[in-house]
């Protein structure tokens, strides 16, 4: 038989139990909500990895001249950017690459760093699109050859021979993206998220013992 004792004491026992858990199940929900909310604008795993890129063709050989990259993407300039650049917005891409060495007693070293940037700009007296890298510039007649020309790039030296003679184990990490962060203040202030402006790639590549490697989409 049940004492009344504990008869009595049950109701109260429930009652602060489901104030206790009440905060509890608040927070479960509010982190589900703010979950579902990155998702939805694009900041899940997967859209950090690339988002409206996809990465073609990635190889690195070691030449004479020390360590060369080469690679290509496939994408189309979302509306958001292109509508941008016809209005006089000049649009930068950044290829960056950087090459580590393992380390099994502390972290991973870094040897080597490079970056590139591509200005694509559309010029309306001429009616030709610029796109200008390391101070080279060419012009183009339609959008799809600009684009073209900076999709990419072959023989790029991202490391000297110097760099490399340590020995051990190697990997390359490597981004390809439409760098916001060039653009002019006022637009970088009103864009509040990435949403619309997302073109981006990483991808990281162990390297053999000669420093080749390559990866193609199928």
């Avoid at 309306?124 to 060419?138: A, C, D, E, I």
């Avoid at 030296?157 to 760099?163: G, K, T, V």
């Amino acid at each position: 038989m049940t004492s009344p004792a504990v008869t009595a004491a049950t109701p109260a026992f429930s009652k602060h139990a489901s104030r206790a858990a009440s905060p509890l199940l608040r927070r479960i929900w509010c982190l589900l909500a703010t979950a579902l909310l990155l998702l939805g604008l694009g900041f899940g795993p997967e859209a950090a990895q690339a988002e409206g890129v996809e990465l073609a063709q990635l190889s690195t050989q070691r030449t004479e001249e020390g360590l060369e990259l080469s690679f290509s993407t496939r994408f189309e300039l979302t509306r958001a950017a292109e509508d941008a650049l016809m209005k006089g917005v000049p649009i930068y891409f950044v290829a960056e690459a950087d090459v580590w060495r393992n380390r099994w007693y502390w972290r991973d070293a870094r040897i080597a760093r490079a970056s590139r940037t591509w200005r694509l700009a559309w010029q309306p007296l001429t009616r030709q699109f610029k796109v200008s890298t390391g101070g080279l510039n060419q012009s183009y007649a339609s959008l799809p050859e600009a684009l073209a020309s900076l999709r990419g790039a072959a023989g790029w030296r991202i490391a000297e021979n110097r760099d490399l003679e340590d020995g051990g184990r190697f990997y390359l990490e490597f981004s390809y993206r439409l760098d916001t962060s060039q653009l002019p203040k006022p637009m970088q202030i009103g864009l509040g998220s990435p949403q619309g402006w997302g073109l981006n790639i990483e991808r990281t590549l162990n390297l053999a013992a000669d420093f080749s490697s390559s990866i193609a989409a199928p």
